[in-house]
């Protein structure tokens, strides 16, 4: 089986410039070196926004045809960070994240929970976290410390949002920095290695 969520394609000047939102386009200096919290919450707060009608206003804008802008997400990223302000060690916190975005929704007339799974001590265990929420829509967050993974060398300490799986390939599908990526997930939870990361999830509060 393979499943993807919608993320939004982000087009500026007539170009597809990601596949979700980048930190790269934050306007200040730390925005853009620790801003990876704050643009996995904007891609989370889109692609519900986009994909149910209840969600919409998770990204409150006028006409929903510009819902890929380039202008309309940095607007929707900068409000974002002023919920998740990363400090001078960055954002490398699931329980804060969870709590931030739930705010951030709450503001926004939605109310959601959430769980957190923080270093799974399996990849069964974070496939058995993570792939129930994506087959029921649900976008998911991930955060990578100190993985020492090759192919992650330049993703430690980083927030990437979790779009898709592929099933057969035994892949996750990421937006990572504007970029679609595609990961093995065996490489990703291989309990040979000592690695560090955190999932969040959340879904309407029952």
Known sequence: MRKELHCPQIIKDGKTIGYGGNQEWFPGDFQRLAGCGSVTGSNIAAI?????EDFKDLYPIKDSQKAADYEQYLNLMQTMYRYMKPGFMGYPLIGRFAKDFKRYAKDHGITLSSEQLFLPKSREQALDFILPALKEDHPVAF???????????EDNWHWVTITGFDEEEEKLIWSNCGECEEIDWNMLFDTDKKYYVGIVKFKEEE
């Open 143 to 153: 955060l990578i410390l100190r993985h020492p993974a090759h192919e992650l060398r």
């Open 48 to 52: 519900y926004a986009l994909s149910r």
